[in-house]
């Protein structure tokens, strides 16, 4: 059965539900970014397969913007990560409730 | 099984496993490499669709740029070789359900829909061609969101700084005026060596 655009649609999907799993289950800052980077990815995938076989370059300028919005909050959210790490030494997203007090 | 076959299952082996066990691990060095093996898996992917100039663009911005970040936060924040927590159980099952859940009505859904192109004439994926699109002012022109991604890349390295930069503690403030007061006293000393020597 030759690859089509079903292929890389189930691929995308397995891939961004990894990443769903990931920032539900973990409680760790640093790997829920991690997770996010998966999910932007899956979607990037999806965009440039379907640019390539349903022949639409404009897939391939939305995926250039994509990558450097995540680029951009991949920066800010690991300065605050540090940040955070440097006044309260834990990385860990369950001590941050203080809004629910 | 032609060869094409055979490597799109390779580089989704790739992908996947790298994904789940960057998710999974619980050594998060190990989690930031796994993440490293899945993106470029997905730059293997951009290769094997002939998009040269987007792969070379996720090998550099993600690889060489994202990755390296995660893994410089990762030493400022964690002892070397320590183990997280392990999820509480019905955190994990809960979470493997709800993405389950959601991966298969989400294909459901899909399946149901037909997908149909454009029929506008392809265009060569070079990066002249891309770069031409995304600078063009013409009417299906990229320029305004080229703007406004350069502003927001701006702005984002500005609130880095802003938000990395160390806040004075008030003793500084106090350091100045010993400066002032020490500084004549040097120099009366070096006039004395001075003198001395005449």
Do not use: W
Not at chain 1, 68 to 85: D, H, N, P, R, W
Not at chain 2, 65 to 75: K, N, P, R, T
Not at chain 2, 139 to 146: A, K, N, T
């Amino acid at each position: 059965m030759p690859v089509n655009s079903t292929h890389y649609l189930f691929l995308s999907l397995l891939l961004f539900s990894i990443g769903v799993m990931g920032a539900l289950m973990r409680r760790n800052a640093i790997i829920i970014f991690m997770c996010i980077e998966l999910m932007l990815n899956a979607v990037n995938l999806l965009l440039v397969a379907f640019s390539k076989i349903y022949a639409d370059a404009n897939a391939q300028l939305f995926v250039f913007f994509i990558m450097v919005v995540a680029a951009a909050e991949v920066a800010v959210g690991l300065a605050i990560i540090v940040m955070m790490y440097r006044k309260v030494h834990s990385v860990d997203i369950n001590i941050l409730n203080r809004l629910k007090h | 099984m032609d060869a094409r076959t055979i490597i799109f299952y390779l580089l989704a082996a790739t992908v996947i496993g790298g994904g789940l066990m960057a998710v999974t691990s619980r050594k998060i060095f190990r989690s930031a490499v796994f993440l490293l093996f899945s993106l470029i898996g997905i730059a293997g992917f951009y290769f094997f669709l002939d998009q040269e100039f987007i792969a070379a663009v996720q090998v550099v911005v993600y690889v060489g740029g994202i990755v390296v970040l995660i893994l410089f936060s990762i030493f400022l924040t964690h002892g070397s070789g320590e183990d997280m927590k392990k999820p509480a159980l019905g955190r994990a099952v809960f979470s493997a359900l709800a993405a389950a859940i959601g991966c298969v009505l989400t294909m459901y859904l899909i399946s149901e829909h037909t997908f149909q192109g454009s029929g506008k004439p392809a265009l060569e994926p070079s990066a002249g061609n891309i770069g031409a699109q995304m600078l063009s002012v013409t009417e299906y022109g990229f320029i305004l969101p080229f703007e406004v991604v350069s502003m927001l890349l701006l702005a984002a390295m500005i609130g880095c700084i802003v938000i990395a930069i160390k806040v004075k503690v008030p003793e500084q403030k106090v350091m100045p005026k010993i400066k002032e007061e020490t500084e004549p006293v040097e120099l009366e000393v070096v006039e004395e060596l001075k003198t001395e020597e005449v």
